[in-house]
């Protein structure tokens, strides 16, 4: 990574620092991107250039393409399997900082509802990347794959609402486990 691609990336983290605090503490629909750019002492011009939406405040991330690798690089086997042990590889969870942020992230995108429909739409960005490394070979793979990735998805989305309801203590990635083997047999 270049160094100015580490300054984006540490003004991004900055940005939504003080994006989520805001949001936590007065309110999601209380709170304006000037808002943001004022406790982060940055310009709004500067808020909207690294997040072209209030709402990527909260939901942007690298997850996509750190994801897609995991399942890349997953051995052969069942596609939820596969899919499912990406997941959870990429729910390990590194500082209390870091805890802390996902969780304070996922709270917002549970209950507001702007935000938990531009979630459903990230999703199906999740879904694009993960499908692309799969690297289907036919129209009726890519149709078994993203219905596969889809239900992946969504039974790891159901584990993050039970991490986040119980503050983060629970073990997300068996979480995750736990949401998968309830949908699949296989897993």
Known sequence: MSLRDRQ?????????????????????????????????????MTVYRHFPTKE???????????????????????LPRRIGRALESTAALGSSQEKAFL???LRLMISVPAL?????????ATADAIVAALDCSSPDAEFRA????MACLGAA???LVRWAET???????????????SVFDVY
């Open 103 to 105: 969780l304070a992230r």
């Open 116 to 124: 938990r429909a531009r979630h459903l739409d990230s999703q199906y």
């Open 157 to 159: 989305h159901v584990a």
């Open 146 to 149: 993203r219905a596969t990735t």
């Open 8 to 44: 984006r990336a540490e003004t991004r983290l900055l940005l939504q620092e003080h994006a989520i605090h805001l949001f936590t503490d007065v309110g999601y629909d209380s709170t304006t991107v000037a808002d943001v750019a004022a406790a982060a002492g940055v310009s709004a």
């Open 56 to 78: 990527d405040l909260v939901l942007y991330d690298e997850y996509d393409p750190v994801t897609a690798s995991a399942v890349a690089a997953q051995p052969a086997g069942p």
């Open 167 to 181: 503050d983060g203590e629970a073990d997300l990635a068996g979480l995750i486990r736990q949401a998968l083997t």
